[in-house]
């Protein structure tokens, strides 16, 4: 099983920047699909971005294209996710998660706080 750690989030303002990282081990990560998603205060967890295992392709939420942009570093075993033009309704953990093609689970970090004040 794959281990992921998030790190990166913090409290910034809005119309900021912030990158998050995720770390991963455990297993061969260019394996994986890796995605980013998000839980606000009493929300269900949502889908952010998602990017292939060779990195080939990308894909993103509606409310978070062209201002979000997730990249990863096979050598480095980690996942990036750069987040631009910052809003309130971004305030949420953020969850890294890593899938293989023949699963439908996705295995999970424990997530980095971003608190965006307005």
């Known amino acids: 099983q794959v281990q992921l750690v998030e790190s990166g989030g913090e409290l910034v303002q809005a119309g900021g920047s912030l990158r998050l990282s995720c770390a991963a081990s455990g297993r061969t990560f260019s394996d994986y699909l890796m995605g980013w998603f998000r839980q606000a205060p009493g929300k269900e967890r949502e889908f952010v971005a998602a990017i292939t295992e060779s990195g080939g392709s990308t894909y993103y939420a509606a409310s978070v294209k062209g201002r979000f942009t997730i990249s990863r570093d096979n050598a480095k075993n980690t996942v990036y996710l750069q987040m631009n033009s910052l809003k309130s309704e971004d305030t949420a953990i953020f969850y890294c998660?890593?899938?293989?093609?023949?699963?439908?689970?996705?295995?999970w970090g424990r997530g980095t706080q971003v608190t965006v004040s307005s």
């Open positions: 998660g890593a899938r293989t093609n023949d699963s439908t689970s996705w295995a």
